[in-house]
């Protein structure tokens, strides 16, 4: 398949262009755009076989479903049941912007969408590329990330063309993303909020619009195989680059002592390691993430593709926990190693 890549410029929209792609999408094809979390792949949420071909094109496994993007929080109550006022809140509060929420789905959402659950994930982007290609569309869009299954989200157009040029029909090359990371899915179906992927708005946020939010268990442990989560996308491995991913977590005096230990065991590899700030490590790429767990999350999706580009086979990531984007940092950091974790 060809595929068009199209540039846009963010603070200076090309209508025909916009309205070209947004006929794709209401036509049945597939077009990856950005959002201020990470590049989605996107198709029209009303039709099924072209929400099937996201499927394919991903190498998606079937079970699991995914979010559908709205231009704004009206469109949101014709795909469900009934909305909470919890729920009410949370739209007031975070949309748009980076917060996925489940609930009940309606009769319009199918089940192709929803991987046979009767819930649906809802979000409103933020982003302004985003919101005119829904718009144009004239429907909502299903969108995963634009990554192939299993790879590290795609926060530059670079990463979606590398992994979906020939895949699909058009990839909008527009910004880098601001966030860096996904956004927040958080349960809005049961009795008690729950997080089921920690992401662009942090629990602390969720606390203080909503009282009390539980977080799921499976963020930072393995799903066992006879396990069914709240959230399948749980169950698969996720955003990990070809290099082998260790983390190694604590006080960061320590971490770092532990991180020499492991690349004199390892001298005859190609090592890489992730640092908070500038400190320097004997090793063949060293890659800053930048100074906090918000810096981390912008940077690590795209650091971990710059290992593979550069032929690393294994990767030493420091890692401190802290409240915020920590639990991010965290899930998609376990989630890249495999659980390959060192506290010390
Ligand atoms: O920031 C984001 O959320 C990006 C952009 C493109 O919006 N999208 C994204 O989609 O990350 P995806 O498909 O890579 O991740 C969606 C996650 C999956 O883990 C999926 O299992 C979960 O949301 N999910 C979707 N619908 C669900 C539902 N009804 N119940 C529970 N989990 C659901
Ligand atoms: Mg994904």
């Avoid at 209401?26 to 929400?51: H, K, M, Q, R």
């Avoid at 008690?192 to 992927?197: A, D, V």
């Avoid at 532990?258 to 005859?268: A, Q, R």
């Amino acid at each position: 398949m060809n595929t068009k890549i199209v540039k846009i410029d963010k603070e200076n929209i090309d209508k025909d262009q916009i309205r070209m792609l947004g006929r794709i999408i209401s036509d049945g094809g597939l077009v990856a755009f950005p959002t201020e979390t990470v590049y989605g792949l996107g198709a029209n949420a009303y039709n099924d076989e072209a929400v099937a071909n996201i499927y394919k094109a991903k190498g998606r496994p079937q079970d699991n479903p995914l979010i559908v993007h709205f231009c704004d929080v009206e469109s949101v109550y014709d795909a469900v049941c009934e909305v909470s006022d919890k729920a009410k809140k949370l739209f007031f509060a975070f949309w748009p912007g980076p917060l996925t929420v489940i609930l009940k789905k309606s009769d319009k959402i199918s089940k192709t969408v929803t991987a046979g659950l009767d819930t649906v994930a809802l979000r409103v982007p933020e982003d302004k590329v985003a919101c005119e290609l829904i718009r144009a569309a004239g429907v909502p869009i299903a969108a995963p990330s634009a990554n192939l299954s299993g790879k590290p989200s795609p926060t530059t157009a670079r990463h979606v063309i590398s992994d979906m040029s020939g895949r699909i029909d058009a990839i909008i090359d527009a910004h880098d993303c601001k966030v860096g990371l996904e956004s927040t899915v958080i349960d809005m179906s049961g009795e008690i909020p729950t997080i089921l992927r920690p992401g662009g708005i942090t629990h602390e946020e969720l606390l203080k619009v909503l009282g009390e939010v539980k977080i799921d268990e499976h963020i930072l442990k393995e799903v066992e195989k006879n396990e069914a989560p709240k959230c399948p996308g749980m169950k698969y491995k996720h955003y990990a680059p070809d290099a082998d991913v260790t983390v190694v977590e604590g006080d960061l005096e320590k971490v770092r002592e532990k991180i020499k230990d492991l690349l004199c065991e390892n001298k005859k590899k190609r090592v890489g390691v992730i640092t908070y700030g500038d400190y320097k490590y004997d090793a063949d790429l060293v890659i800053n993430t930048g100074k906090n767990n918000k810096e981390y999350a912008k940077n690590l999706f795209r650091v971990l593709r710059e290992f593979d580009e550069n032929n690393i086979d294994i990767v030493f990531a420091e890692f401190k926990f802290d409240i915020g984007y920590g639990l991010a940092v965290k899930n998609r950091l376990y989630k890249a190693s495999g659980n390959k974790v060192i506290l010390v």
